[in-house]
């Protein structure tokens, strides 16, 4: 039912401006012989900004090299493929631009709902029109906040919170 409906979302959605896909790949929940790699893809194909960590991206592509498998997310036909590379920070890359961000050096409690915090983020910022580089950096910066919270949902970072970290990241 997941896969059924996250493309029938996507295919509503039909590539609009930002048609955000988080591989979001949960291994235990498919089961031996579905073909993971398969329907990765096609979700990937109808959107435009494709994102995940480097398991995620491993898994859709073939390829543990964040700039091979961004190409490999751009062949499919996102706008903008993004690596999410845990403590070694963040790769994306369009046709035109290729963004590395260095990872927010912060103790980490609980890694639950970072990637949630990344992903709201990165929206916020691709409808707010601002530059990618931009972007993920706050993006980052909100995954990194709440991995140094101890709760979740209640976790996430405000805007100002968000700028607070990359300040201090910018005066380190």
Known sequence: PSRSATLAALDVRKRRDFTVHDLDHRHHLWHEGDDARRWAREAAKRATVVLGNIEEVEMATG???PVA??????DLGAKIAIVKRGGEGVY???ASEEVTVRPVEIPVLNGLGAGDAFGGALCHGLLAGWPLRRTLEAANAAGAIVASRLAC???MPTLAEIETVLARKVSA
């Open 63 to 65: 390829t543990r090299n």
């Open 69 to 74: 498998g961004a190409a490999a997310l751009l």
């Open 92 to 94: 994306a890359r369009t």
């Open 153 to 155: 949902a209640d976790a």
